[in-house]
């Protein structure tokens, strides 16, 4: 194996380290705003929604510490990478690289063979072969699912968390997807707007799920 590979658990565990770095003072004012931002764009969902609290939380913090800028400069990984440059810090610094190049889509599960994972990315437009070491159970050809991918220097791995739109509202989400493109929304803007729409259909029990995401966010 190459020194420079880093396995999943371990740049999911660099993910859990920054997030709890960075929700510690001088950053406990900046998280909270990020929480509110996450999920007044997201959907709001509460401790009582069991597994999707638990899941949306994650996601959170994984967007917090990859993707959102603090307060006049970088997001989270992007300052503790120039702090590792500036410490000579090679192996981090590598670590950190790799986090700060993630992609965040929505993708097509396209074929599913093993340990390996085909997704076409529907933002984007690109195909990628993502090595899941953990289980590939759980996904099927033609599912729809929001996803962070991790270069870890030989393989796409996946990040910490998944969202799994119904497969009974497939043709719904694709046409909002294309709707909002049409309208010149951007990635991050047709994601969260998706991410609504699963918090809605959670809210109605996981039933009538075409008519959900038919409705818009």
């Known amino acids: 194996?190459?020194?420079?590979?880093?396995?999943?658990?371990?740049?999911?565990?660099?993910?859990?380290?920054?997030?709890?770095?960075?929700?510690?003072?001088?950053?406990?004012?900046?998280?909270?705003?990020?929480?509110?931002?996450?999920?007044?764009?997201?959907?709001?969902?509460?401790?009582?929604?069991?597994?999707?609290f638990e899941t949306r939380m994650a996601s959170f913090l994984e967007w917090y510490v990859l993707d959102r800028p603090l307060a006049g400069g970088d997001p989270p990984v992007l300052r503790a990478l120039a702090r590792a440059l500036e410490a000579k810090q090679v192996d981090e610094a590598r670590a950190l690289a790799f986090l700060g190049t993630s992609h965040r889509s929505l993708f097509d599960v396209a074929a599913v063979s093993g340990k390996e994972v085909q997704l076409d990315d529907v933002l984007g437009g690109a195909r990628f072969r993502v090595v899941e070491r953990r289980s590939t159970v759980g996904f099927e050809?033609?599912?729809?699912?929001?996803?962070?991918?991790?270069?870890?220097?030989?393989?796409?791995?996946?990040?910490?968390?998944?969202?799994?739109?119904?497969?009974?509202?497939?043709?719904?989400?694709?046409?909002?997807?294309?709707?909002?493109?049409?309208?010149?929304?951007?990635?991050?803007?047709?994601?969260?707007?998706?991410?609504r729409l699963h918090v809605r259909w959670h809210r109605h029990g996981h039933v009538n799920a075409a008519r959900v995401y038919r409705g818009g966010a």
């Open 141 to 195: 050809v033609g599912d729809l699912v929001e996803a962070r991918l991790l270069w870890d220097g030989t393989e796409v791995i996946f990040g910490k968390t998944f969202l799994f739109h119904p497969r009974d509202a497939r043709a719904e989400a694709l046409a909002a997807v294309a709707a909002a493109a049409a309208r010149g929304t951007d990635r991050d803007e047709i994601l969260f707007q998706l991410s």
């Open 1 to 52: 194996m190459s020194d420079a590979h880093f396995a999943a658990g371990r740049l999911h565990k660099l993910i859990d380290r920054l997030a709890a770095e960075h929700a510690e003072i001088p950053h406990r004012g900046e998280i909270e705003r990020a929480r509110e931002d996450y999920f007044d764009r997201a959907g709001r969902v509460f401790e009582d929604d069991a597994e999707l």
